[in-house]
């Protein structure tokens, strides 16, 4: 966690920096490629690194058989995206598109070099090094869009961001596992592999699909303007959201995989782990929501305020997103891929027809398409998990449910403070004041309410819990 609050730091630092330095348009162009080309990652990856992280075991042949598999799936798509820029540039109608998808071509190899590394950091429980090469990558990253954005002023500071990030993050993932792979074997036993690997990336690419259909939408009938508004909304929602169920997932798979033979135990990680998390993120989103106005002003400029709206519709699913996290980590750890997948065909098609119809509202409809979408997939993830294993279901939705009504009573103390009383007042005192409403009534609910109050008072008890897990079978 300390990691990710380095990495959310530099990404917030970056949102400032960059937003003042480039337009709306420039981030709508790079959307416009990342949308359709971003589905080669998961390709990329085809779900081989968590299939390494959840496996009992891996030898060295097969890690190194993963490794190429993945670096060849990585080269194949890139040349794939480095020959389809000017289909891409015509579907948009932008030729400045041609270059971009040519020059983010080159990422797919090196990611595909990079899975390997991080999924057998991530067995091992390396958790220090992981961060510590994210934080480098992403720090190097930023240092020179910043000096691009400076020089150039122009969407070349953000194509050269995201070159740089890729390229540190393989180096320095190498250096922290001091190994090469050895040369492709035949005759290794991979099926395992594969069999898990190509549900979970029929899954992920649904998931795909369903986030970023509104941006291609956006991007063909609107423009690079609108959809630079989209995208930027989008990506404040995602970032505290991905930056911090990104370790949470690191720690849980693994030791949750290990757990998997001890319910009682499965269900105590897991029903803790969901309750950090939903505090974590269900404040921050809540907090968002209530101050969006004065809080993207402040972040990104006056110019950017067009984006409130589809900032805040955006956060509404968020909070749902945040409470079926812990779903994910029981389709995951227990090697139910395929309940996953048909779970994701159901709800990802909602989803994406709940876009589809929003779409005729414009952005703010794709925004409330996506957070409707959201909002079902949750209680049927539930249902799904129900159907398949003995996980907590029940306590799971509690949990949730008593974080979104919580937190959101303090999100409308705080609007209704702001909005009614300190409208005239600068940026910065509106938001300080909205703070301090929140965590006022945060107090109240405590006091009140003692089911939520238990929630947070185990909070305070989770490393004791994670000691024990480390503890467990196989792990020093």
Known sequence: MGGQAAKIAIQFGGIILLARLLTPYDYGLLAMVVSIVGIGEILRDFGLSSAAVQAKSVSQ?????????????????????????RGIAAFYREPALVLIAQVLSFTFLV???????????????????????????????????????LLWKNYWALVAQQVVQS????????????????????????????????????????????????????????????????????????????????????????????????????????????????????????????????????????????????????TIGGLFQAAGYAAYWVFLSKGLGKAQLTNSVVGRVLMIAAIVVGSHWGAIGVAAGYSLGLALIWPFSLFWISRCTQAPVREMFHNGLRAI?????????????????????????????????????????????PAFRRDVVSILNSRSLLASARASKGVA
């Open 61 to 85: 042949a097969q890690r190194s058989n993963l490794f190429w598999i993945n670096s060849g799936i990585g080269l194949g798509l890139g040349l794939v995206i480095f020959f389809s820029a």
């Open 111 to 149: 990611n595909g070099m990079t899975t390997q590394y991080r999924a057998q950091l991530v067995r091992d429980l390396k958790f220090a090094k992981i961060a510590t090469a994210d934080v480098s990558a992403q720090a190097l990253g930023l240092g020179v869009g910043v000096a691009c954005a």
């Open 167 to 314: 390229v540190t993050g393989l180096v320095v993932m190498m250096i922290a596992t001091r190994w090469l792979p050895g040369r492709p074997r035949r005759h290794v036993e991979m099926s395992g592999f594969l069999s898990f690997g190509w549900t979970l990336m029929a899954t992920q690419m649904l998931a795909y699909a369903s986030q970023n259909l509104g941006q291609v939408i956006i991007g063909n009938r609107i423009g690079a303007q609108a959809l630079g508004l989209y995208n930027r909304a989008f990506q404040l929602l995602m970032m505290p959201l991905y930056q911090i169920n990104a370790p949470a997932t690191t720690v849980a798979l693994p030791v949750l995989s290990r757990l998997q033979d001890e319910p009682a135990r499965f269900d105590a990680f897991l029903l803790r782990g969901q309750t950090v998390l939903l505090h974590v993120i269900i404040s921050i989103f809540v907090f968002g929501c209530a101050q969006a106005r004065p809080l993207i002003e402040l972040v990104l400029g006056a110019h950017w305020v067009s984006a409130v709206e589809i900032f805040q519709v955006l």
């Open 405 to 449: 009504l919580g937190y959101g009573i303090g999100g409308i103390a705080s609007w209704a403070a702001v909005r009614h009383f300190m409208q005239d007042q600068s940026l910065i005192v509106q938001l300080l004041i909205g703070g301090a409403v929140m965590a006022l009534a945060f107090g109240l609910v405590c006091l009140l309410w």
